[in-house]
């Protein structure tokens, strides 16, 4: 995994980090939503900047600089959904002692699908969540990130519908995890 170093995203990536994020839904979805709920995905999913702001959000990199993966935590209310998203923002600070840690906009670029990127960006989060004393995570898991999720010792919580988007509604899943 050394090829694949990671660090913390600055303002500067917002551009190929907004890239990933497209690819990654309008490509690793199929399978699990029909093509009507991955165009909805694009309004429900998508980078809050404040995690970038907060310092939260990782990013790993290929040898040339490509954007393998990205996602973060937040010790913020906010569970889920973007700046540009439907999803209301609730930036309120949680308390380590009785509220879980959020993990956020986890993405991997299609081209390195398969290579131990996921687990190691959610392996970083749920790290840094530790480290700054919380004892439980939670997500709002796509379809598509559940078995991943599943794997990593998460379960699920309850399936939720997004808000409807045009009237097609996308299929998440509130998952949670004690560290």
């Known amino acids: 995994m050394a090829a694949f170093p990671h660090r913390l995203a600055q303002p500067d990536d917002l551009a190929a980090l907004r890239a990933v994020m497209e690819r990654a839904i309008a490509t690793l ?25 907060d310092q939260t959000y990782f990013l790993v990199e290929d040898t040339d600089g490509t954007i393998a993966g990205c996602g973060g935590w937040s010790y913020r209310a906010t569970l889920y959904g973007g700046d540009a998203s ?5 930036p309120q600070r949680l308390d380590p002692a009785r ?3 959020k993990i956020r906009a986890m993405y991997t670029n299609p081209d390195h699908t398969r290579r131990g990127i ?10 840094a969540a530790r480290d700054a004393g919380f004892a439980r995570a939670e997500m709002m898991a796509t ?12 379960r ?24």
């Open 156 to 179: 699920p919580v309850e399936p939720v519908l997004s808000a409807p988007i045009d009237g097609v509604q996308v299929p998440l899943v509130r998952m949670e995890k004690h560290l």
């Open 143 to 154: 379809m598509a990130g559940v078995p991943l999720y599943q794997a990593c010792g998460y």
């Open 99 to 101: 509220d879980a840690a």
């Open 118 to 127: 996921g687990r190691r960006i959610l392996g970083l989060c749920e790290n």
């Open 29 to 53: 979805q199929h399978g699990f939503l029909t093509p009507e709920q991955i165009a909805a995905s694009h309004r429900v999913m998508g980078l809050d900047t404040q995690l970038i702001t």
């Open 86 to 90: 439907i999803v209301a923002r609730a």
